[in-house]
């Protein structure tokens, strides 16, 4: 099963994916959740090079490269090859010339036309899809991939819309093979919606998205002003809206302004045949964990009957029990193991951010 979350930054995609992860695991499912900033990216792309085959080819020729080094690291399609540029960089640098690595940096797909974009990311989601039709009992959940990531990038680019419709048909022909159920939060108001932006993530987080993007084409012929990212935010509800609408596939949005999100998640567990099953007892010593090699530090604590998890950057999780010695965070797809005394080791997926990356551990000061 192929499940696509989508919705407006801070509608709650994350967190209700995470909800889906953990309840069909619960069922027996073997189950994947392929965050927004997952790390390789199966369909996006953060910090990747992408290089055709014949690219790939004389770039490990002209470099004196060993190919069962290089190919370990690299994700090799068929017709083209990626590098994740982070693990390149955090546990690979001494491999590379620093010639070799710039000319990989070059082919960062962010740096890519749109035209060079669309043909790279096509090419992805095909292989992906052929991926996941080759284990049809997996659960696979899409987080912001097939809307958000997209209509920002066309948005960005100032695209036609038409082109941006043609792309998205091109995503569903490889996807609707698959069977795939979209579910699609929302708010009416994209006013209230900015407001609760506002209030979960503050007003930097504005401020740094419009730094990051406002010489991009979008921002070119509108005012040089913060306030010029909330239009931004309002086209992308009008075209994911749209997108909604056209998606021939079993669908659920749901309206999330009041809040009542007990109501809406018995919906979406409804809505693919789930019942709720409860979460599991288990502890987890509270205190400071520090990575020391990195100078990363988790800080764990409990208020009431909860545990919470600090990151390195100040932002705070819900922790839930997975197993007695593993703990799910609620709003990534990245797991605590505490199956020795006084270590957290991290499991599960690996995002952008360092400490989620798999197998670090960090020891209870």
Known sequence: MLILMEGLPGAGKSTNSGLLFRQFERHGFKTRWVHEVDRPHPVLFFQESHLKMNEYLNWKTRHNLSTSLIDKVATIREESVGFDLLELSWNHREALSEMAFNELQEKDVWKFSLDEYIEAALEKWRFFAKAVAADPEQ??????????????????????????????????????????????????????????????????????IWERDRLRPYYKARPDKVETYFEFLADYHAIAQQLYNKANCPKLSIEVTSG??????????????????????????????????????????????????????????????????????????????????????????????????????????
Request: aromatic residues 14%; glycine residues 6%; proline residues 3%.
């Open 139 to 208: 659960v696979v959940i899409l987080d912001s991939c097939i809307f958000q990531y997209q209509i920002f990038s066309f948005q960005l680019a100032n695209a036609p819309q038409q082109q941006l419709d043609y792309f998205i048909e091109a995503l569903w022909e490889c996807l609707t093979p698959l069977s795939p159920k979209l579910v699609y939060l929302y708010r009416n108001s994209i006013t209230d919606a900015i407001s609760h932006l506002r209030q979960v993530r503050g007003e930097s987080f504005f401020l740094n």
């Open 260 to 365: 009542e999100w007990n109501e809406f998640e018995e919906r979406m567990l409804a809505f693919f045949g789930l019942t709720r099953l409860p979460d599991i007892d288990a502890g987890i010593y509270e205190g400071d964990y520090l990575n020391n090699d990195l100078g990363l530090l988790l800080k764990i604590k409990q208020d009431t009957d909860q545990y919470f998890l600090i990151d390195p950057n100040g932002s705070k999780h819900k922790l839930i029990a997975r197993t007695s010695t593993e703990f799910y965070i609620n709003d990534l797809p990245v797991i605590l193991n505490i199956s020795r005394e006084g270590e957290i080791e991290i499991d599960g997926a690996s995002l952008t951010s360092r400490w989620t990356e798999k197998g670090l551990v960090f020891l209870r000061e």
